[in-house]
Nanobody, 126 residues
Framework: QVQLVESGGGLVQAGGSLRLSCAVSGRSFSVYAMAWFRQAPGKEREFVAVISGSGTRIYYADSVKGRFTISRDNAKNTVYLQMDSLKPEDTAIYYC???????????????????WGQGTQVTVSS
């Protein structure tokens, strides 16, 4: 069984930074594509960023491109989301998710992901 635990959320002023972490238990972490999604109140869950198991394929939503950076440390079974130049519209619950991908490909559809964390709240004040 794979378990995901996010941390690092909080309250920050617009223009500030936060770094989210997602620790993953279980074997074969490097075979999982890892993604971050977010869900704001009254809105649907949306894709933020994804990284392939090897770390060679990375994609971002247009809304965060140039401000957010996804990375992973396969030795620590952890994926990160560095969020800079935060805006009030980035306020949401952020979820990490794991998708078994031995082909080292990625997918941005949340329905493809097998495992999810419990979420961490990010609030950006104006």
């Amino acid at each position: 069984q794979v378990q995901l635990v996010e941390s690092g959320g909080g309250l920050v002023q617009a223009g500030g930074s936060l770094r989210l972490s997602c620790a993953v238990s279980g074997r074969s972490f490097s075979v999982y594509a890892m993604a971050w999604f977010r869900q704001a109140p009254g809105k649907e869950r949306e894709f933020v960023a994804v990284i392939s198991g090897s770390g060679t394929r990375i994609y971002y939503a247009d809304s965060v491109k140039g401000r957010f950076t996804i990375s992973r440390d396969n030795a620590k079974n952890t994926v990160y989301l560095q969020m800079d130049s935060l805006k009030p519209e980035d306020t949401a619950i952020y979820y990490c998710a794991a998708d078994w991908r031995p082909s080292d490909s990625v997918n941005i559809g949340f329905g493809e992901y097998d495992y999810w964390g419990q979420g961490t709240q990010v609030t950006v004040s104006s």
